[in-house]
């Protein structure tokens, strides 16, 4: 599906509220207050991902539309965090920059800021693209190539969204505009800019079966956040392939936005993180999963019974004491941390109780001492 039909819906609905493209939200309304009336109005959001922002973080919206999320996230954040919202849209970027001064004013600081570019390609600032062109209008295949050099410099020397410098990465019915044959490198991108233990939260509509083709190539449905919607396993699929772990879907709307053609589509938000990428290294740590699954295995293959005290290296303690599991896991740390060795506990390592007998207990969000 084209972009352009994209542009052209999303250039209307910025302009005046476009209804068909409104699903029911039950956002946070003490947030919703200080907004201006014209950004809540165009609203084209499926889900609420703002709930999940934290103080202090440094907050990516893509596709940010009018700046409604983001405008809530920056009162989330708190004079510690920053928001930058994404769009490729002109009219939607207008709609957000233009009460940003006075938002600013409200939140006591400017902390939102809204940059053009495509949410598959976040290294590359349309803005900046756009000035080069304007000196040198492409005509020739020459010209063309100088472009294509001039984007590639951009992208290594001057990224509009740096590698691992955001927190949390928020999207609000969006990812399914994007055509399917730019979604793997949209989701590489997104694992990209995030820092180590960085999160994503993503409200996005699935459908339940697969999408025939020809109401993929309707740019009503596709432009109206409806065939272009993922299927809701190959969603969080396509996340772990990606590299991300704790892949869940932490809201579903039990009632479907639309059904078509008998295909139910409905509003989802999907959680992640980005794990470490530091070295494992083994200082004696063990987890206890606490049920009340028999056993699970998680996105690394590392495999958990019930009850069980298993080995695991300290990267794998922190992602289970911190990370998206920290409910589910009991850590122990060693009373006497030894020297650390090169280590990632193969698949059902057990820890003998000797070994940690002593350490200290981390429970449920605790650190359990390990850094
Ligand atoms: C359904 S609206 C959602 C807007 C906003 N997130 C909200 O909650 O109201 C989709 C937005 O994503 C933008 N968009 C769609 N595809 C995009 C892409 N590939 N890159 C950047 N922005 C995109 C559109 O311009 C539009 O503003």
Redesign the pocket.
């Known amino acids: 599906m084209s ?1 352009a039909s ?2 052209e819906r ?1 250039s209307q609905g910025a302009k005046a509220r476009e209804a068909e ?1 409104c699903c029911p939200v039950d956002y946070d309304s003490s947030l919703l207050e200080l907004l201006p009336r014209e950004i809540v109005e ?4 499926c889900g609420d991902p703002s709930r999940y922002v934290r103080p202090g973080d440094t907050v990516l ?6 700046g ?2 983001c405008y809530m996230a920056a009162q989330l954040v708190g004079d510690g965090g920053r928001v930058i919202g ?4 002109d009219d ?1 970027l207008d709609l957000a920059r233009r009460h940003q001064a006075a938002m600013a004013e409200k939140l006591g600081g400017d902390r939102v800021d809204f940059r053009k ?4 390609d976040l290294a590359l600032s349309l803005t900046e693209t756009e000035a080069w062109l304007a000196e040198r209008p492409v005509k020739t295949s020459a010209d063309l190539s100088a472009l294509h050099a001039f984007q590639d410099a951009q992208r290594r020397d001057n990224p509009m969204i740096p590698d691992q410098s955001v927190d949390l990465v928020v ?4 990812l399914n ?2 055509s399917e044959r730019d979604r793997q490198q949209m989701i590489r991108e997104i694992h990209r800019v995030l820092k180590p233990m960085g999160r994503v939260a993503i409200s996005d509509i699935v459908a339940d079966e697969a999408v025939p083709a020809a109401l993929k190539a309707d740019p009503t449905l596709w432009s109206g ?1 409806i065939s272009g919607a993922f299927h809701e396993k190959g969603f969080a699929d396509a996340f772990v392939d990606a590299g991300f772990v704790g892949v869940s879907y932490d809201k579903w709307e039990a009632t479907p936005w639309q059904v078509v053609d008998g295909i139910e589509f409905r509003s989802v938000t999907l959680l992640a993180t980005r794990p470490d990428t530091v070295e494992c290294l083994d200082y004696g740590h063990a987890v206890i999963y606490r049920g009340p699954f028999s056993e699970v295995t998680d996105d690394e293959g590392h495999m958990f019974p019930r009850g069980e005290r298993m080995a695991v290296c300290e990267r794998t303690f922190r992602l289970l004491m911190q990370g998206p599991y920290r409910d589910d896991f009991i850590g122990i740390s060693p009373q006497e941390p030894g020297q650390p060795r090169p280590w990632c506990a193969p698949a059902g390592t057990r820890r003998p109780a000797a070994q940690t007998k002593g350490g200290e207990h981390a429970l449920e969000g605790d650190s359990g001492g390990c850094c």
Do not use: H, P
Not at 42 to 45: K, L, N
Not at 86 to 89: A, K, P, R
């Open positions: 972009t994209v542009l999303y493209l165009r609203d084209y959001g919206d893509l596709g940010a539309g009018g409604k999320i994404v769009d490729m849209n939607m570019g495509y949410i598959q999207s609000n019915c969006v505009l994007v956040c």
